[in-house]
């Protein structure tokens, strides 16, 4: 059966890697407006597909009820055109942080997962959901790709001098991925408390203390900027010199990178690509999540192997071709 790795137009970079590192070719669809702002897609680029499997990569970010209709729009299309299996990645999923319980049913990305399911996608792959127990909402296939080796990896290889420092999560939210990050690199973990009060407006408390002089932030998502920002104020009044950011999505809304960027507190600000970042400067890195796609994707059989240089890039693998 013939596959294909598809995306919509103006947010593709991961899925161009994506493709990429599987060695195939990425197809974009473009996604056309009518004059009243309506989205539509060319129904006849769709039939390409009939009887075959499509990967859809699109993440949900900005602008988010733009980019949510649109993969809708396209997954139904696809549906209606005869597609075998649609999986969805999208590595960023939005309302996920909407997961709250509302009078006791379950909350606004509850809804979103639905209209997913209801527009035709079979199986979903996403990075690091705001939180796990969202998977239980799903009712098919959903592979829920975790970071934090790759996030692991990238502070042993490259941060110099690593016993300066400690890991600190802004919330509890973020001290399972804090706590075990700091233990497999046997460093120091501080987990502040955090309120929000407004949207934007955060209030920050760190109690603990420690030995060391500089910090590395983390966290799922730097949205407005505001958690990691009062986190950093916090910390430099408990005598942390300066620290260094990793977060898995950069939603960075209200020129939140901007923000950060302008605080000397910040050696360096780590990002997954998850989302597009656009903003290109020295203290701003990129890390590539294509690869843990594919992984995911070959290993619960979304996609199967079907190139002889995937073969022997895969070839641990036993696949159901
Ligand atoms: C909260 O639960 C999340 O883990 C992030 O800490 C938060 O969403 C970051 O948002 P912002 O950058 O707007 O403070």
Redesign the pocket.
């Known amino acids: 059966m013939n596959q294909y790795i598809i995306s919509l137009s103006g947010h593709n970079p991961l899925a161009r890697r994506v493709a990429d590192h599987y060695n195939t070719a990425l197809h974009t669809h473009v996604i056309s407006y009518f004059p009243d702002g309506e989205i539509c897609f060319n129904a006849d680029e769709f039939k390409q597909y009939k009887d075959s499997r499509v990967v859809l990569v699109h993440s949900l970010g900005w602008p988010v009820q733009e980019n949510i209709f649109a993969v809708l729009l396209a997954v139904d299309r696809l549906k209606k055109v005869g597609v075998h299996k649609i999986t969805l990645v999208a590595p960023y999923l939005s309302y996920a ?1 909407q997961c709250q319980p509302i009078n006791h049913h379950a909350g606004t990305v509850d809804l979103l997962i639905k209209c997913l399911e209801v527009a035709g996608v079979d199986e979903f792959v996403c990075v690091e959901l ?1 939180k796990s127990s969202i998977t239980q909402l799903f009712s098919r296939p959903v592979n829920n790709i975790s970071v934090e080796a790759l996030l692991t990896n990238h502070i042993q290889k490259t941060v110099n001098t690593l016993s300066d420092y400690c890991i600190v999560a ?2 509890r ?2 001290e399972h991925r804090a706590r075990s990050i700091a233990n497999t690199l046997s460093l120091d973990v501080i987990v502040a408390s ?1 309120r ?1 009060m407004l ?2 407006k ?1 209030h920050i408390d760190v109690d603990q203390i420690s030995a060391q002089t500089k910090a590395i932030l983390v ?12 986190l950093s104020k916090c910390l430099a009044k408990r005598g942390i010199k300066s620290g260094i950011v990793y ?1 898995v999505h950069p ?1 960075l ?2 020129n ?1 990178l901007e923000k950060l960027l302008a605080c000397s507190f910040f050696e360096k600000i780590v990002v997954c690509n998850t989302l597009p970042v656009t903003i290109t400067d020295s203290r701003v890195e990129l890390l590539d999540c294509a690869s843990l796609i594919i992984e995911a994707l070959l290993q619960s059989r979304m996609l199967y192997e079907h190139t002889t240089a995937n073969k022997s890039r895969h070839k641990s693998h036993n696949w159901l071709g």
């Not at 966290?219 to 009062?230: A, F, R, V, W």
């Open positions: 942080r705001h802004p919330d939210g973020a955090k929000r949207n934007e955060v966290d799922d998502m730097i949205s407005t900027g505001q958690t990691i920002l009062e977060a939603v809304s209200a939140a």
